[in-house]
């Protein structure tokens, strides 16, 4: 998140040391807080957690899904990747067929004005 021109200054930033994150379990970002200004621990979700809190686009994140899992983004929910195709990932985020999307807008009953709906070839 970028903040507005020297924000970093009028940040009181919470102490969080490295070895201490480690220790929960969590993630270290040295500028993983408000507009990048103060370090954070990220906690790493388990399978099944709920990932919601990654979606809120402008807040920095304070939890992730642990390595090895994506956040599902139809459950909402901290996921191993389909083991029954490889797949590929970019941004954390599972590449899905034409049909997997289209089932995935299918399965929330509704659109949004403008939202890509993909036409896919059948087989």
Do not use: H, W
């Not at 370090?39 to 920095?60: H, K, M, N, Q, R």
């Not at 389909?82 to 049909?99: D, H, N």
């Amino acid at each position: 998140i970028v903040g507005p021109q020297d924000i970093c200054n009028t940040l009181d930033c919470a102490s969080v040391l490295e070895d201490d994150c480690a220790a929960q379990g969590g993630s270290y970002k040295a500028n993983g807080g408000y507009c990048g200004c103060c370090p954070t621990c990220v906690d790493a979700l388990a399978e099944g957690d709920s990932c919601f809190s990654s979606f809120l686009l402008g807040v920095p994140a304070t939890a992730e899904c642990a390595k090895g899992l994506v956040c599902d983004k139809n459950t909402m929910k901290c996921a191993a990747p389909a083991a029954s195709k490889r797949q590929v990932i970019i941004g954390g985020v599972p590449l899905q067929t034409c049909a997997q999307q289209l089932q995935s807008l299918q399965a929330g009953g509704f659109s949004l004005l403008g939202q890509f709906v993909p036409t896919c070839n059948p087989k």
